[in-house]
């Protein structure tokens, strides 16, 4: 069963930084890796959706990055701004024959301070 | 605009009571979802639907109802015998007819309060 864990749990930061968060997945047999922005009391926004051909992905500032063999994704983000700050949680496929579900990592509280 | 869309934004339950949250999505997905999130937590899948008429149980289905008589709806159903229902519901949807399959889309959320 695929389980998604993400570190650190929240992260404080002062503007313009570039930072790294982390998301490890225990399914390695995955096809694509999805990473999402939450804002207090919204919806999820898709950020990067980065499959298993490729080893990186990137939107702007936003940089995700995905090693199967390690069972890793870093979502990267240059010169952080504080709109950046957010909820990143990613997600994977459920694996075996579940491939229509996702299941969620808890998530990265982002603070960016001015 | 090609989205989802819930309703309501905010819903108060009283004890006892059945309630239902609306989804709506416009993008022609085969597949739709519905997830809990509770404080500090990540999404937990209560029900997802393949294809009109079909739904299965996620990790979370009881005490929740679906259904899915057409591809652009996917209600759920809160009933009283689910003892702790205060939560963000997030329904979402994914094409699952073209690459990437399971690439998830989601709406606005709708906030659950049991008074």
């Known amino acids: 069963k695929q389980e998604v864990t993400q570190i650190p749990a929240a992260l404080s930061v002062p503007e313009g930084e570039n930072l790294v968060l982390n998301c490890s997945f225990t399914?390695?047999?995955?096809?694509?890796l999805q990473w999402f922005r939450q804002d207090p009391g919204k919806g999820l926004t898709s950020l990067l959706l980065i499959q298993s051909s490729q080893r990186e992905q990137t939107s702007g500032r936003l940089n995700a990055s995905l090693d199967k063999s390690s069972g890793r994704s870093t979502l990267y983000i240059a010169a952080s701004q504080p709109g950046d700050s957010a909820t990143y949680l990613c997600a994977a496929p459920g694996g075996g024959t579940s491939y229509d579900k996702v299941i969620f990592g808890p998530g990265t509280s982002l603070s960016v301070i001015p | 605009d090609g989205g989802i869309t819930q309703s309501p934004k905010y819903l108060f339950r009283k004890e006892g009571q059945n309630v239902t949250l609306s989804c709506e999505q416009n993008?022609?997905?085969?597949?739709m979802y519905w997830y809990r999130q509770d404080p500090g937590q990540g999404l937990r899948l209560i029900y997802y639907s393949q294809i009109v008429n079909d739904f299965q149980k996620g990790d979370i289905a009881e005490g929740y109802s679906v259904s899915r008589e057409k591809k652009e709806s996917f209600p759920l159903t809160v009933t009283s015998a689910q003892k702790n229902p205060t939560a963000f519901y997030l329904c979402?949807?994914?094409?699952?007819?073209?690459?990437?399959?399971?690439?998830?889309?989601f709406g606005p959320g709708t906030r659950l309060t049991v008074l």
């Open positions: 399914d390695s047999a995955i096809y694509n």
């Open positions: 993008l022609n997905h085969d597949a």
């Open positions: 979402a949807s994914s094409p699952r007819d073209r690459r990437p399959y399971n690439e998830q889309f």
